[in-house]
């Protein structure tokens, strides 16, 4: 990727809901998510909780990061089951310069990723069309069969890193704009139109966001974090949460917990990033300080845990000295961490056992095999990211809530408050004090085997061919793990090989490298597959294979870096019966 270009362009609302309304009706997916994959709550269950006040109708969704950062993830994680969206962090330096690949899934999980690609204005540009598609979507009558009554749902923003950027005109324009977008969905209601026309005048509610999750990221000191926590609840009047590190529990705990209780010996836990980080006691103290000063005000407090770990890049697939770590064994750590701190803050939180008001939210290697686990020890929410960049995505999201609603069914509850107290009271019948000391001693004990080295050491399958440009083992593990719904399938033409051909949608493509991991052939699908742009200046910029399309009055190659050959194939690929999924926007 050439580095003078955006590493995303996003589509407009036109375009987006054009896609919807194609791919239903032709392929019964949208953005490729097939309809048996879309959550409808379970009448005899209820998942709801509430978040920082506000009703949410399940515990779980996107974490910030890859997943919440454009409308279509953010509308596939709705689809998926996801009602809390802890949108991508934002932050002043919007044009970072992240080295490629910048994923690699291929065990447990690392990133060198750590904040918005897209310039600040393009964010709340996302997150409100995001917004307006979930309102429209949750009224159309196509899905209604699909979604039942989805309930509702919460956008919380995630800003950082400092004092000054958080401050700054570019930040707080955001953060306005988020608690109220009025001006920018009447800019976006004449893009609602052909079956979505009736949608234009929808009475949508112009507070998209009014709660925010500050990032600390690695090395805020504590004064920062207290500083900028007061700023948001002062200046913002916003309910804060602050994302704290697994780093609290000092580097011999986690290198011993990493190293020697689960196995990872070949990760290398970074030591100088422990001095810098906000230290145990003063973090006990910092949560106490902060739900005082937000109870004061009329406002709500929370944490989140926890944030990647730091560790030493030994693995050479991507290019940056260090990585952050997520996964099983974060999550080992992350749960520790509660643990930890409720024993430290007797009755601070909102957790079974405590008659606490400081809310846990809470990231870290969530799958479907714990997520039951997980929401018993009290967080509001469970959100998930490793577990959506594996095959499958956000086709992964419904079946852990059906997951979570049978064990709740099983227990003899009707409910998440039902389901905690009875797992509190099976706890302490075991002689824990709470739901979460009997689930960490499980973790660090006869239950972390999921968690240890030797149950995550298998590679993703692989075959003896190098990908081609058409034709391919069909697996469409490029299409689910793409966070950002870059790929599609179309059936392929008559003489052609293999039942699918794949293609790419160049300007939604980072390059993040999670298609390369798992494809099974040898080779980059997103550097081998057709790639096709629609901005004719990004066509230019960009390097290697590519196809320019113009929309207007049906769908033609214009101009391509390929040969006469597979620019025909593509030509007639993009418009056979089911075509390319975009509509010429207004």
């Given at each position: 990727?050439?580095?003078?270009?955006?590493?995303?362009?996003?589509m407009?609302?036109?375009?987006l809901?054009?896609?919807?309304?194609?791919?239903w009706?032709?392929?019964?997916?949208?953005f490729d998510?097939?309809?048996?994959r879309?959550?409808?709550?379970?009448a005899?269950?209820?998942?709801?909780?509430?978040f920082l006040?506000?009703?949410?109708?399940?515990?779980?969704?996107?974490?910030?990061?890859?997943?919440?950062?454009?409308?279509?993830n953010?509308?596939l994680?709705?689809?998926?089951?996801?009602?809390?969206?802890?949108?991508?962090?934002?932050?002043?330096?919007?044009?970072?310069?992240?080295?490629?690949?910048?994923?690699?899934?291929?065990?447990?999980?690392?990133?060198?990723?750590?904040s918005?690609?897209l310039?600040?204005?393009?964010?709340?540009?996302e997150y409100?069309?995001?917004?307006?598609a979930?309102?429209v979507?949750r009224?159309?009558?196509?899905?209604?069969d699909?979604?039942?009554?989805?309930?509702?749902?919460?956008?919380d923003?995630?800003?950082g890193?400092?004092?000054?950027?958080?401050?700054?005109d570019?930040?707080?324009?955001?953060?306005?704009?988020?608690?109220?977008?009025?001006t920018?969905?009447d800019?976006?209601?004449?893009?609602?139109?052909?079956?979505?026309?009736?949608?234009?005048?929808?009475?949508?509610?112009?507070?998209?966001?009014?709660?925010?999750?500050?990032?600390?990221?690695?090395?805020?000191?504590?004064?920062?974090i207290?500083?900028i926590?007061?700023?948001?609840?002062?200046e913002?009047?916003?309910?804060?949460?602050?994302?704290l590190?697994?780093t609290?529990?000092?580097?011999?705990?986690?290198a011993?917990?990493v190293?020697?209780?689960?196995?990872?010996?070949?990760?290398s836990?970074?030591?100088?990033?422990?001095?810098?980080?906000?230290?145990?006691d003063r973090?006990?103290?910092?949560?106490?300080?902060?739900?005082?000063?937000?109870?004061?005000?009329?406002?709500r407090?929370?944490?989140?845990?926890?944030n990647?770990?730091?560790?030493?890049?030994?693995?050479g697939?991507?290019?940056?000295?260090?990585m952050y770590?997520?996964?099983?064994p974060?999550h080992?750590?992350?749960m520790?961490?509660?643990?930890?701190?409720?024993?430290?803050?007797?009755?601070?939180?909102?957790?079974?056992?405590?008659?606490?008001?400081?809310?846990?939210s809470?990231s870290?290697?969530?799958t479907?095999?714990?997520?039951?686990?997980?929401?018993?020890?009290?967080?509001?929410?469970?959100t998930?990211?490793s577990?959506?960049?594996k095959?499958?995505?956000?086709?992964?999201?419904?079946?852990?809530?059906?997951?979570?609603?049978?064990?709740?069914?099983?227990?003899g509850t009707?409910?998440?408050?039902?389901?905690?107290?009875?797992?509190?009271?099976?706890?302490?019948?075991?002689?824990?004090?709470?739901v979460?000391?009997e689930?960490?001693?499980?973790?660090?004990?006869?239950?972390?085997?999921?968690?240890?080295?030797?149950?995550?050491?298998?590679?993703?399958?692989?075959v003896?061919?190098?990908?081609?440009?058409?034709?391919?083992?069909?697996?469409?593990?490029?299409?689910?793990?793409?966070?950002?719904?870059?790929?599609f399938s179309?059936?392929?033409?008559?003489?052609m090989?293999?039942?699918?051909?794949?293609?790419?949608?160049?300007?939604?493509?980072?390059e993040?490298?999670?298609?390369?991991?798992?494809?099974?052939?040898?080779?980059?699908?997103?550097?081998i597959k057709?790639?096709?742009?629609?901005?004719?200046?990004?066509?230019?910029?960009?390097?290697?294979?590519?196809?320019?399309?113009d929309?207007?009055?049906?769908?033609?190659?214009?101009?391509?870096?390929?040969?006469?050959d597979?620019?025909s194939l593509?030509q007639?690929?993009?418009?056979?019966?089911?075509?390319?999924?975009?509509?010429e926007?207004?």
């Open positions: 990727m050439a580095e003078a270009t955006p590493p995303l362009t996003p407009t609302l036109a375009t809901m054009g896609r919807i309304d194609h791919e009706h032709t392929r019964n997916k949208v998510l097939p309809n048996a879309i959550w409808q709550p379970d005899d269950v209820d998942l709801s909780f509430e006040g506000r009703p949410c109708a399940s515990p779980i969704g996107p974490a910030a990061g890859p997943h919440s950062q454009m409308a279509q953010i509308v994680a709705w689809l998926g089951g996801g009602r809390l969206f802890e949108l991508k962090t934002v932050q002043v330096l919007d044009d970072l310069e992240i080295g490629r690949p910048c994923i690699d899934m291929q065990t447990i999980g690392y990133n060198i990723e750590w918005q690609e310039e600040v204005p393009q964010s709340l540009a409100v069309k995001a917004w307006m979930l309102d979507l009224h159309w009558e196509p899905l209604r699909h979604v039942g009554d989805p309930g509702p749902h919460v956008f923003m995630s800003v890193y400092d004092l000054a950027g958080i401050r700054s570019k930040v707080a324009s955001f953060i306005r704009g988020m608690r109220n977008a009025s920018s969905i800019a976006l209601r004449p893009e609602l139109t052909g079956s979505f026309a009736e949608f234009a005048d929808l009475d949508f509610s112009p507070v998209v966001s009014d709660t925010l999750t500050l990032s600390t990221f690695h090395g805020c000191p504590p004064e920062e207290e500083s926590t007061k700023h948001l609840i002062d913002h009047e916003l309910d804060v949460i602050v994302k590190n697994p609290l529990l000092g580097y011999d705990t986690v011993g917990i190293n020697d209780e689960l196995g990872y010996h070949d990760v836990v970074k030591e100088s990033a422990f001095a810098e980080d906000l230290q145990f973090g006990v103290e910092l949560i106490g300080e902060l739900n005082q000063y937000a109870k004061d005000r009329g406002r407090f929370g944490i989140k845990l926890t990647t770990l730091v560790v030493d890049n030994q693995r697939f991507m290019p940056d000295e260090t770590l997520s996964g099983p974060l080992v750590l992350a520790t961490l509660l643990d930890e701190l409720a024993t430290a803050l007797p009755d601070t939180f909102t957790i079974p056992g405590h008659a606490g008001d400081v809310m846990v809470f870290a290697g969530v479907k095999d714990n997520l039951a686990d997980t929401v018993a020890a009290g967080v509001n929410p469970a998930i990211c577990d959506l960049l095959p499958g995505g956000y086709g992964r999201m419904a079946p852990m809530l059906r997951t979570l609603a049978k064990d709740i069914a099983a227990a009707g409910d998440l408050s039902g389901y905690r107290a009875e797992r509190q009271a099976r706890a302490e019948a075991a002689g824990h004090a709470s979460v000391a689930y960490v001693a499980g973790l660090r004990g006869d239950g972390a085997d999921p968690y240890r080295l030797a149950a995550n050491l298998k590679l993703p399958r692989a003896d061919h190098e990908l081609e440009m058409f034709g391919c083992v069909a697996c469409n593990f490029c299409i689910t793990v793409c966070p950002n719904d870059a790929f179309i059936k392929s033409l008559e003489g090989p293999d039942r699918q051909q794949y293609l790419l949608f160049a300007e939604l493509c980072n993040c490298g999670n298609c390369m991991v798992f494809c099974p052939e040898d080779g980059d699908p997103a550097q057709p790639k096709l742009f629609t901005d004719p200046d990004l066509f230019a910029a960009r390097d290697g294979q590519g196809f320019l399309l929309l207007a009055g049906g769908v033609r190659v214009t101009d391509a870096r390929a040969d006469d597979a620019r593509v007639r690929l993009v418009t056979a019966d089911q075509g390319l999924p975009l509509q926007t207004p």
